[in-house]
């Protein structure tokens, strides 16, 4: 294990931000913290990157005790969401400034600096300054800061928090490839179930301090631990006191087995994707289907239904909670 | 009709104030020509003087820098009981007469003092000599250098220091490299500040100094003690000296403002 987290509590003050959370973490693997934001993500991050001191409990890194350890001497890289870029440096001297607190070499510096800089496309913004870099370069950079010590793990606040959807997108995209380029352990936090879906490998579901769920994407998609997960992970509906996906509801307008009857309320095309509004048994629910799906049946508010779970399709029963 | 009353009535203000004076002293010191200025600049006592400011002035600038940037940390990036009571304190200066403060100083580290005749009975002389005027110049300068260094390094934030921390660099390091850079700027305009109220300091160094001409003798009274004197070219001259530092610092000031 290259991060194992055991028995951590943290409380700011009075209120309490982790409890009892342990976590491992498997060398080379991209892991992310997910859970609404004052779930203890960025904490327990920060616990784990000796920047914050957990009240009780160990971090151990590469099976190193570290709980008592300075961030200065456990060899982490740490990407922060506002970049913490050196604003008086050059991009290079950004990148080279951990090996030069190492005292490397001059030339060694130089090639590791400039190889890191192609690794995250910015080897022609070497002399820039942060300034006159956008959002996404300046967290590239910041990740080739990171990179350059050749950490153990390499830790991610909320990695893409501050930039726009765009260049979000591309640099999740981008993020994944580096890391089956560089292999090192990663551990990013983010809000964002869809980039931890999309980026992940194992995905650790924080909520109050406490870890709901660790599993892979489609584990924790798929089989939620709780109402709290399902509803977080993914759009989910009402239907038949049990919660389910609404991509994983049966709509017909003949009568099927197991079936409840419905009332369409209100059809919205979105593009590819339809949402079929219903009133069941007096409560709101809506069906995801297809266009193509959503013309055959050619449904019309008013119209009478019947919707039913999908066989096979994972609800959650809400009367158990 | 308003605007140009305002701009008049401003201007009036302060030719009166400020540029008849000044332009005044200046006239007279150029009156008779260089020569006399240079001359009444280069008698002993006035050498002295200048090298007394000096010194006085150098020793108050590094006290006041070291403390400055260690309060100014332990006020932005610490939290301790006391700390709005430091943050009061620091500005006491502001509020208190120089006068006083030398007053204070002499009972403390006056030669009939406790404090005073312990230092006195190791050697040491504060009152009447350098350290006693170092004390006075440090106490009156004290605020300069940490308002200016604070507010710069709250909006710093602390985490490029964190970030360096990951990195490897140790606090020092974190320091040297990343928190001084950031503040550079502020810490120059604080410490031109706090020279150029060194260099014009008067009342708290009148009284702690003693006012021993050739001996503890700064530029500022000396520039009294000869218009006493009735030696007015010197008293110009002087003050004609002390005017130019103050422009020059004014300007290194308006240099070191807009680059935060």
């Known amino acids: 294990m290259a991060i194992e987290v055991r028995d951590v509590n943290k409380s700011f003050g009075t209120t309490p931000v982790l409890r009892e959370v342990s976590v491992d973490v498997a060398s080379g693997s991209l892991t992310a913290l997910l859970g609404p934001s004052g779930g203890g993500k960025s904490t327990l991050l920060r616990v784990i990157a000796g920047l914050e001191q957990p009240d009780t409990g160990t971090v151990r890194i590469s099976g190193v005790d570290a709980t008592r350890l300075s961030p200065q001497r456990r060899n982490v890289g740490f990407v922060f969401q506002h970049y913490a870029a050196f604003k008086h440096l050059s991009v290079f001297r950004n990148v080279a400034f951990g090996l030069e607190i190492r005292k490397r070499p001059k030339d060694e510096i130089r090639k590791r600096v400039m190889e890191l800089l192609e690794l995250v496309h910015l080897e022609k913004m070497a002399d820039r300054y942060p300034s006159q870099l956008s959002g996404g370069q300046r967290q590239r950079m910041a990740l080739a800061r990171a990179l350059a010590v050749e950490p153990e793990v390499l830790l991610l606040d909320e990695p893409f928090g501050a930039l726009d959807a765009q260049v979000r997108k591309e640099l999740r995209t981008w993020l994944r490839r580096l890391h089956d380029e560089v292999h090192v352990t990663t551990v990013f936090v983010t809000h964002d179930q869809e980039e931890a879906i999309e980026v992940a490998d194992t995905i650790v579901v924080l909520a109050n301090g406490e870890v709901v769920q660790v599993g892979s994407p489609a584990d924790v998609y798929d089989n939620p631990a709780n109402p709290f997960v399902m509803r977080f992970l993914g759009p989910v509906t009402e239907i038949g006191g049990s919660l389910v996906r609404p991509h994983d509801i049966e709509i017909s307008v003949d009568p099927i087995e197991g079936g409840t009857p419905a009332t369409v309320s209100r059809v919205v095309r979105l593009g590819f994707e339809v949402r079929v509004e219903v009133e069941v048994g007096g409560q709101e629910a809506w069906v995801q289907v297809t266009r193509e799906f959503a013309d055959r049946l050619g449904l019309e508010p008013g119209d009478a239904v019947v919707v039913r779970p999908a066989p096979g399709a994972r609800s959650l029963a809400l009367s158990a909670v | ?260």
């Open chain 2, 1 to 260: 009709m308003a605007k140009y009353a305002l701009r008049a009535l401003a201007l009036v203000y302060l030719l009166f104030l400020l540029v008849l004076p000044v332009a005044l002293i200046v006239w007279r010191t150029f009156g008779d020509g260089f020569g006399p200025f240079a001359e009444a600049l280069t008698s002993p006592s006035a050498l002295h003087a200048f090298q007394v400011t000096l010194t006085v002035a150098v020793w108050a600038v590094v006290a006041n820098t070291l403390f400055g940037i260690g309060v100014s940390i332990l006020l932005v990036r610490h939290s301790f009981p006391g700390k709005r009571l430091l943050n009061a304190f620091i500005d006491l200066p502001m509020a208190v007469s120089p006068v006083v403060v030398g007053l204070a100083l002499i009972l403390v580290y006056g030669r009939f003092a406790p404090v005073g005749g312990l230092l006195e009975s190791w050697g040491i002389q504060v009152i009447f000599s350098t350290p006693g005027m170092v004390l006075a110049t440090v106490f009156v300068s004290l605020p300069l250098v940490v308002r200016a260094v604070v507010p710069v390094l709250e909006e710093l934030g602390d985490e490029q220091e964190q970030a360096a921390h990951t990195l490897g660099a140790s606090r020092f390091q974190a320091f040297l490299r990343i928190t001084l850079p950031g503040i550079r700027w502020a810490l120059g305009y604080g410490v031109v500040l706090c020279l150029a109220r060194s260099l014009g300091e008067y009342g708290a160094v009148a009284v702690v100094s003693g006012r021993l001409v050739d001996q503890t003798q700064t530029l500022t009274l000396f520039v009294e003690e000869r218009f006493q004197n009735f030696d007015q070219p010197a008293a110009f001259a002087a003050a004609t000296a002390l005017a130019l530092i103050a422009v020059v610092t004014l300007l290194l000031t308006k240099l070191l403002r807009p680059k935060d």
